[in-house]
């Protein structure tokens, strides 16, 4: 069985830093792009970051690019995202995804229930 | 970068009912469309894939269409299980943009 689990949230000051780790199992985690998405609190599903299967090209959204860094441990089947200079925009739950694909559609098939980042003095 | 809007922003409707949430992308897309479904507290679900492709193990009352800059997706027959909120997501480009969402509350 395919899981995802999120770990590492908490509540942070701005400025701050935090590592979040996705433990994935169930599957050939070397094999899968990794992406990370977050939600607001009430609000919708925003697309935060992607790394490919060897970890060598990561992409960010423009609100975290120079602050967040994505990563990997194969050995470990653990997807990180390290998040640095923490502002209250980016309070969100954050989700770790799958990127499966057919042919030439890609999509997300399997998520992490999210773990809850809190920026705030 | 592409962006997603979906309407309508939230919809009622009681079980057995049949319902369509519309996507519209802001350059064409071709059908790299999926839709997600998503309950408070719940990993966010994968329904459709390219459009109109029905992932494994989803029930055959969802349904997607479309191509270019509109998609739709179709519930047939509401279930008291399909109270949620449904994201649009394009695959076609980086950022890979979530349209905002549709939240189908009960009647």
């Known amino acids: 069985e395919v899981q995802l689990v999120e770990s590492g949230g908490g509540l942070v000051q701005p400025g701050g830093s935090l590592r979040l780790s996705c433990a994935a199992s169930?599957?050939?985690?070397?094999?899968?792009?990794m992406h990370w998405v977050r939600q607001a609190p009430g609000k919708g599903l925003v697309w935060v970051s992607r790394?490919?299967?060897?970890?060598?090209?990561?992409t960010y959204a423009d609100s975290v690019r120079g602050r967040f860094t994505i990563s990997r441990d194969n050995a470990k089947n653990t997807l990180y995202l390290q998040m640095n200079s923490l502002r209250a925009e980016d309070t969100a739950v954050y989700f770790c995804?799958?990127?499966?694909?057919?042919?030439?559609?890609?999509?997300?098939?399997?998520w992490g229930q999210g773990t809850l980042v809190t920026v705030s003095s | 970068d592409i962006q997603m809007t979906q309407s309508p922003s939230s919809l009622s409707a009681s079980a057995g009912d049949r319902v369509t949430i519309t996507c519209r992308a802001s350059?064409?897309?071709?059908?790299?469309l999926n839709w997600y479904q998503h309950k408070p507290g719940k990993a966010p679900k994968l329904l459709i894939y390219?459009?109109?492709n029905l992932q494994s193990g989803v029930p055959s009352r969802f349904s997607g269409s479309g191509s270019g800059t509109d998609f739709t997706l179709t519930i047939r027959s509401l279930q008291p299980e399909d109270f949620a909120t449904y994201y649009c997501?394009?695959?076609?480009?980086?950022?890979?943009?979530f349209g905002q969402g549709t939240k189908l509350e009960i009647k």
């Open positions: 350059q064409s897309i071709g059908t790299h």
């Open positions: 997501q394009q695959s076609y480009s980086i950022p890979r943009n």
């Open positions: 169930g599957f050939t985690f070397s094999s899968y792009w």
């Open positions: 995804a799958r990127r499966d694909q057919s042919n030439n559609w890609y999509y997300f098939d399997f």
């Open positions: 790394i490919n299967t060897d970890g060598s090209s990561t």
């Open positions: 390219a459009s109109s």
